[in-house]
């Protein structure tokens, strides 16, 4: 999914770890300049999905994570 389309989409907030490190996977703007609407804060991939099942929100993984 790129960056654009991304940014029409609401995601969850992790916050386990330094800022810098989420805004790697999940910048807050994307190459155009449009902002990418961070949502509720999980804790982990678990509490992510319910969120993400029942409000219409995507969540980011790194590509290792479908291995």
Same mark, same amino acid.
């Given at each position: 999914m790129s960056l654009e389309v991304l940014s029409d989409f609401q995601h969850p907030h992790a916050d386990t770890g330094p800022?810098?490190?989420?805004?790697?996977? !999940? @910048?807050?703007?994307?190459?155009?300049?449009?902002?990418?609407?961070?949502?509720p804060v999980v804790r982990d991939a678990e509490e992510a999905m319910t969120p993400?099942?029942?409000?219409?929100?995507?969540?980011?993984? @790194? !590509?290792h994570v479908s291995r």
């Open positions: 800022d810098h490190c989420y805004d790697h996977y !999940a @910048p807050r703007l994307t190459r155009r300049g449009r902002a990418i609407e961070r949502g993400a099942s029942m409000d219409g929100l995507v969540v980011l993984f @790194p !590509a």
